[in-house]
Nanobody
């Protein structure tokens, strides 16, 4: 199982960015997915999660209303659309998936078994 997160970059406050996570090694449509982030000097934190079907989503309070998680199961892709970006959104963003299939949304990093390498998002003020 491999995850590849990409789409990060340097943007200005108020801009938008879309991250993508490509999965390989299995059929990802059967598994819940999540996005986490880790800012310099801080612990990794939950950002957003989506159920295997895409019907259920969950967001951290800090990004609710600004970020949207979605998935394209036919392409084994999960997206994180980030709007109205703030300097405090600066972090390395990781996508993750579980070893158990189906399920709903999961907000703890311990619920995930496989992680991508991360993509850096830098938001300047």
């Amino acid at each position: 199982v491999q995850l590849q997160a990409y789409g990060g970059g340097l943007v200005q406050a108020g801009d938008s960015l879309r991250l993508s996570c490509a999965g390989s090694g299995r059929t990802f449509s059967y598994y819940a997915m999540g996005w986490f982030r880790q800012a310099p000097g801080k612990e990794r934190e939950f950002v957003a999660a989506i159920s295997w079907s895409g019907i259920s989503t969950s967001y951290a309070d800090s990004v609710k209303g600004r970020f949207t998680i979605s998935r394209d199961n036919a392409k084994n892709l999960v997206y994180l659309q980030m709007n109205s970006l703030k300097p405090e959104d600066t972090a390395v963003y990781y996508c993750a998936t579980r070893s158990e299939y189906y399920g709903s949304t999961y907000t703890s990093s311990s619920d995930y078994n496989y992680w991508g390498q991360g993509t850096l998002v830098t938001v300047s003020s």
